[in-house]
């Protein structure tokens, strides 16, 4: 439907992710999505409004992609390449999307509204650390679970960096694999 709210949201990613949020104007993000102003104020409030809206609607995709990978049967390696993999592959079909949360995540916290990262960060954090402890025999402690993901998810967000800074084939199913390996050996010699 042109004109909907799909429309407008996916036109304020693009401008929010050139412009950042400080930078980008209502009518830039209308003329982007082929709408009217009053078009837009139908379906959001404001600019912050439309903003808010954007990153609620991008982390409950997350949360779902989450919970498909947390459904995902087989080793915990299985596992952890399962779910890698499948962040790698929407971050090379999305790369507006990750151009714009690295643009949100790292512009000055005054130049956007408030929106909680730490608090989504954290959820993703527990879902992957719960992989660590389903595949745990060893008795590991919910501590060290949160380490793990946590180390995962740096050595996630290095690779998407160097993707998008160098140009550099990093996001491929072979470099995944080594990422959890590497990760493995080093549960297994804690």
Excluded: W
């Excluded at 999505?33 to 991008?58: C, M, N, W």
């Excluded at 779910?83 to 130049?111: G, I, N, Q």
């Amino acid at each position: 439907m042109r004109g909907g709210r799909e429309v407008i949201l996916k036109a304020a990613m693009q401008v929010f992710a050139e412009k950042s949020y400080a930078g980008a104007s209502i009518r830039e993000i209308c003329k982007a999505a082929g709408v009217t102003k009053p078009v837009l104020y139908y379906h959001f409030r404001s600019k912050e409004h439309l903003y808010q809206e954007l990153l609620i609607d991008i982390f409950d995709d997350f949360r779902k992609s989450l919970l498909r990978s947390s459904k995902f049967r087989g080793t915990l390696r299985d596992k952890l390449i399962n779910y890698l993999h499948s962040e790698f592959r929407d971050t090379l079909k999305k790369p507006v999307l990750t151009r714009f949360l690295f643009r949100t995540m790292f512009s000055p916290s005054a130049d956007s509204p408030f929106f909680n990262f730490i608090e989504e960060f954290e959820r993703q954090r527990q879902v992957i650390g719960d992989f660590f402890l389903e595949g745990d025999k060893s008795g590991r402690d919910r501590r060290n679970a949160q380490f793990y993901a946590t180390v995962l998810m740096g050595m996630e967000l290095i690779a998407i960096l160097e993707h998008f800074f160098t140009e550099r084939t990093t996001l491929t199913r072979r470099n995944v694999e080594r990422y959890v390996d590497f990760l493995l050996r080093g549960c297994a010699g804690t």
